[in-house]
């Protein structure tokens, strides 16, 4: 009961804050990143780690800059999705723009659905949030709830603003079959974390063996629905392009493992153009294919 009070603080915190201008949060940003990296050293040793074993052939200063920006980066996007507690659909359309929807509009004028997939890269939160406002579909989101009911609640409201339909995983097909009469986009976040029991398939993405989702893969294979990877790039702080990349448009002709390969593939050369825009201080490579 207490945490849920506290809980229920926290959230009404946060929407009042998300009423100031982001230039203005981006003030309160340059504090959070010293609170972060040298004061409380939040995941810091995650995050150093995840950067060593992904580019060993960087040095240590090449690390501790990539690991600077990257928290100065996480500082920004923090306030980024607060402020999409209050943000209009002028201003969303303002810092994201698209290129490439019209791949996607082709196959919803013949009554196709797709698949997109994106990594934990620049600001997927705000992306997901504009690509609801630019195109004709249904947008739905697969997603994984916040163990906590009461910020999965206002994660949910903020983003469900514009129309966006977000799902939880295991929710996935009874999703699929309540709107299999009318074309959608139904969206992945494919770089997310198996649990210890999902941890089946394993790939080498940035140079160590990762566990893998399959759920693009079996929905893409079963389905035969195009797959479309969204590369997003920071213009600067707050701003956003995201470019729709055919990745694969007729899964029912790849092998096994092929789709799962093509997309952490497309993910980890995005990454390597511009790495602090990545969700380091993840603990993503939990598990070891020895250890299961």
Known sequence: MIKRGIAHVGVFFLC????LPL??????????YYILYYVICYRKNVVRT?????????SEQEITTIEKKYFKFLACLIFEIIKQTTISKKETLRRVKFTGLEQLEAHFSKGESVLACTGHYGNWELGTLALGLNISAKTIVIYKPINNKTFDYWFNKLRT??????????????????????????????DQSPTREESKHFLTF???PTAALLGVEKIAKSTNRPVYYFKVSTVKMGYYNIEVLPMCLNPSLT??????NMHFKFLEDIIKEQPQYWLWSHKRWKFKPEEL
């Open 23 to 32: 230039q203005v949060l981006f003030v309160f940003a340059r504090l959070l």
């Open 50 to 58: 995840n950067l060593t074993n992904s580019f060993p052939e960087k």
């Open 206 to 208: 940035l140079n160590q």
């Open 161 to 190: 603003k514009f129309g966006n339909i977000f799902v939880a995983m295991r929710q996935t097909l009874r999703c699929m079959a309540n709107y299999k009469n009318e074309p959608s986009l139904l969206c992945f976040a494919s």
């Open 16 to 19: 009042l804050i998300s009423l």
């Open 255 to 260: 092998a096994d493992g092929e789709i799962t």
